[in-house]
């Protein structure tokens, strides 16, 4: 892989992201939403590979309003995600010229993308109607945070603010790691997983301010691909089982196996389980933050060893337990392939993060970042 | 005669042979997922059999390479290069093949087959089978990965995926709700005490400027504070593995599991797995008094401990748990101590044979039942003075370990309800009166 192939990635992983949620969803697709589709990978492609900010975090908030007027239209969905997502990409495409608030849009930006806490609001009410929706949102966060690492992150103030995002990121991933151990439904302590992996890139944002960049994007991709998968493996659940309450133990694995152990895998990636790329960047963000604030970093084990257990809880109650009379089918094939593709992606990135890391440090050398 | 390059078939033979077994659950899990139809147990056991078999046999090609029988033996130090390198960030991929990584991983391979021999029969037509040889494969990556592993950070790797295969044999009839509670319990034991290995891996990595093994030589010049809190940290992580005191409650729990994976983890691997960390950061135990006594203190107090409870266990696979954890209490000390090549004898000895009882464990009770117990008469096995009364007491509650435990987490739980209600509260003041939750 050369540096130059690094956008060719990038695109690619946004491309799963934007197809695969239209891939597993049971709902038909129609023609209407593979255009729409196409677009959106368009106009990612496109933020991508533009040579300024105002431009690549201006096609973001096309992209975002997009989704919001049209992809959702028929649905249930709410407005209101989009529109706050796209104000704040069409604020940090106007405020290239002054680096606090061109930092700080763009911050809030990737937490309303990524439905860090106290943005994990708006991220609740698309759960709330579809987790699907949710993944779909999260893979927006690959474009996003490509953007971030070209056109914010090299600038003195993304240098100065470092310590104060990494510490504000390590409290922000402990608070919903903390809440995920009590959620009593399953779409709960969804929002809590993803609001947890949140505080872990606003954290690896911070990072990416001293250079730290691989850190960053490892991240977002284990999130993009990790918390994509979940909520697809939820909204697999939900489809089958309606909305699933976490309180007895459900004996759901009986009746669809590979489901419980696709839901188990991504859960398991996204807290680290090694041989995936999940293992990759908290490693390689523990190590970045430690330089940035110990305390921080601490913070950031806690959580993920927090989150680690409360995924294994939730598993147990959805899926285990004396067998649940049901005729709720396991995975279609359509969803295989996917959860196939996804979590062979999560694997080789784990196994060979050469891949995308080293071109990556080697990429944004030339934009003013110093890859650490 | 012909010249064999032993350095160059040890640099393929470590990697095969350690990622073997994984690849064959793979395998499995992905006729699995293609596929509308399940294999048959004949294919999945045969695959990871002959993944296990071809392990085995390529680490005793390995040991035998090591001894020098082929010529000059190959360099224990196998280096793939960097993992990952950036900038000054480097997770090397790094292999040491030295005599206490090839003695655990020939006992690792060996014991892996072994169980999964008797298994084939053991778990034949029970629902879970396939479950049984997938997590089976990923646990014997694991134990080789922490046997062979030249950095800290491809330990941990190994660290975990026996973590997480010890939780998911535990729960493994999970139809009763209470295996399930005992996976959670050893898992959150194993999760919280393993942030003390990541911490201490990344201190490593600041001080030392390398998670290598090797590396760790150089602590012994680091300041006294250094070399203790990174040593102590270490420590928690190998009290929650090798359920030392204060961590020794998941332990009889963990008895819930099928009887081969009892034997494989708490007889065979899974609990020397912490005794051999303290074995590849002896530089730094012998770095720090401190952590030579705490070591040996925690070590001393948990054989006595589990040597009461044992005597006291009605339930055999208990007290053999107990019997088992007194012995590694006893190997804790003695590394502690800086006996590491009696540790290292201790840990293979202990291991073969305590397999061997758990795997025997059933016939053992079938056989008492049919031949008959010969029980002490009652008022000798009594205890006589208040003293004995008192410790029988507390053997027999194994000190309330887990209400004490409870005592702990129970508060922390009731910390987290009270953040989700605020966290609740938000949500409704940002939404504008709206909770998706409520």
């Known amino acids: ?372 | 005669m012909m010249h064999i390059d032993l350095d160059a078939v040890q640099r393929i033979a470590l990697p095969v042979l350690i990622l073997l077994p994984i690849a064959a659950s793979v395998v499995v899990g992905l006729l699995i997922m293609a596929s509308s139809r399940y294999p048959s147990e004949r294919t999945a056991t045969r695959i990871l059999e002959v993944a296990l078999t071809i392990s085995l046999v390529l680490s005793a090609l390995v040991a035998i390479g090591a001894t020098g029988v082929f010529g000059t033996a190959p360099s224990a130090l196998v280096d793939y290069g960097a993992l990952l390198e950036i900038g000054t960030y480097r997770i090397p991929a790094v292999l040491l093949a030295d005599s206490k990584g090839i003695v655990f991983s020939l006992l690792c391979t060996f014991l892996t087959l072994l169980v999964a021999r008797f298994s084939r029969t053991y778990m034949h037509r029970e629902a879970g089978y396939f479950r049984f040889f997938i997590v089976l494969g990923g646990f014997a990556t694991g134990a080789q990965l922490v046997a062979l592993a030249g950095a800290l950070d491809i330990f941990f790797a190994g660290w975990e995926l026996i973590g997480i295969g010890s939780a998911l044999f535990i729960g493994f009839f999970h139809e009763r709700a209470e295996p399930v509670r005992s996976s959670l319990r050893a898992f959150a034991t194993y999760r919280l005490c393993d942030a003390g290995f990541l911490m201490a891996m990344v201190c490593v990595h600041e001080v030392l400027g390398s998670t290598t093994i090797n590396a760790l030589d150089g602590s012994i010049d680091l300041p006294l504070w250094e070399s203790t809190t990174i040593g102590l940290l270490f420590l928690v992580s190998v009290m929650g593995k090798s359920a030392q005191l204060p961590f020794s409650g998941w332990l009889p729990r963990a008895m819930e599991g099928p009887t081969p994976t009892s034997a494989l983890f708490y007889g065979g691997i899974s609990l020397h797995a912490g005794l051999f960390l303290m074995l590849r950061i002896s530089p730094i135990i012998s770095a720090s008094p401190v952590i030579q006594v705490v070591g040996a203190v925690v070590g001393i107090s948990t054989a006595i401990y589990a040597a009461a409870v044992a005597r006291t266990d009605p339930d055999a696979k208990g007290a053999l748990a107990h019997a088992t954890l007194c012995q590694v209490g006893l190997i804790l000390a003695e590394i502690s101590l800086g006996f590491t090549t009696i540790a290292l004898v201790h840990i293979s000895g202990h291991a073969l044979l305590r397999v061997w009882q758990y795997l025997r464990a059933p016939n053992a009770i079938h056989d008492a039942h049919r031949i008959g117990v010969h029980a002490v008469p009652v008022e000798e096995s009594q205890p006589q003075s208040v003293l004995e009364r008192r410790v029988y007491a507390a053997a027999l509650h194994r000190l309330r370990l887990d209400d004490r435990i409870d005592s702990i987490i129970d508060p922390f739980m009731v910390l987290a309800r009270a953040l989700d209600r605020f966290d609740q509260r938000v949500r409704v003041i940002l939404g504008g009166g709206k909770d998706v939750d409520s």
Request: hydrophobic share 60%.
């Open chain 1, 1 to 372: 892989m050369t540096p130059e192939s690094v956008p060719y990635i990038v695109a690619t992983l946004a491309a799963g992201g934007i197809f695969a949620p239209v891939i597993v969803s049971s709902r038909p697709v129609g023609l209407l939403r593979i255009i729409l589709a196409a677009v959106a990978l368009a106009l990612s492609t496109a933020s991508i590979f533009c040579s300024t900010g105002t431009l690549a975090f201006g096609l973001i908030a096309v992209l975002v309003m997009m989704r919001g007027l049209f992809a959702n239209q028929g649905t249930d969905l709410p407005k209101l995600p989009c529109i706050v997502s796209t104000l704040f990409a069409v604020a940090a495409a106007l405020t290239g010229e002054w680096p606090v608030l061109n930092l700080i849009a763009a911050v809030l930006l990737l937490a309303t993308l990524s439905g860090a806490w106290p943005m994990h609001w708006l991220a609740a009410r698309v759960i709330d109607r579809s987790p699907l929706a949710m993944a779909e949102q999260i893979s927006t966060c690959i474009v996003a945070t490509f953007a971030y690492l070209r056109f914010v992150a090299p600038t003195e103030f993304a240098f100065d603010a470092a310590s104060t995002l990494v510490r504000l990121g390590a409290v922000l991933a402990l608070l919903p790691a903390i809440t995920a151990l009590v959620q009593v439904n399953l779409r709960g302590f969804y929002r809590c997983v993803v609001a947890m992996h949140g505080g872990m890139l606003i954290a690896a944002l911070g990072a990416a301010g001293h250079g730290h960049s691989a850190a960053a994007l490892l991240v977002t991709v284990t999130l993009a691909l990790a918390m994509g998968g979940l909520g697809a493996m939820v909204a697999a659940v939900e489809d089958r089982c309606g909305r699933v309450l976490l309180k007895d133990q459900g004996g759901r694995i009986w009746g669809m196996p590979r489901l419980a152990a696709a839901f188990l895998l991504f859960a398991a990636s996204g807290v680290g389980m090694p041989g995936t790329a999940g293992f990759i960047a908290d490693d390689l963000l523990l190590h970045a933050l430690w330089e940035e604030s110990v305390v921080g970093s601490l913070i950031m084990i806690v959580a993920a060893a927090l989150l680690a257990v409360a995924s294994l809880a939730t598993f147990a109650k959805i899926f285990l337990g004396p067998p649940a009379t049901s005729l709720a089918g396991d995975l279609r094939q359509p969803e295989r392939y996917v959860v196939i593709t996804t979590f062979g992606l999560l694997v080789l990135i784990g196994v060979a993060p050469w891949l995308l890391a080293n071109p990556l440090a080697e990429y944004l050398r030339g934009f003013g970042a110093v890859p650490h």
